[in-house]
């Protein structure tokens, strides 16, 4: 059983997960064209 705060701490880790994802990679296609 998943508690609602579970469930939101879970899908905003997701989140930020992607997000700083999405940062390393576009710093690595800068790196790359640079």
Known sequence: ????????????NLYVDIITLFIFLLQLLNLCHS
């Open 1 to 12: 059983e998943i508690s609602p705060e579970e469930y939101v701490f879970a899908t905003l």
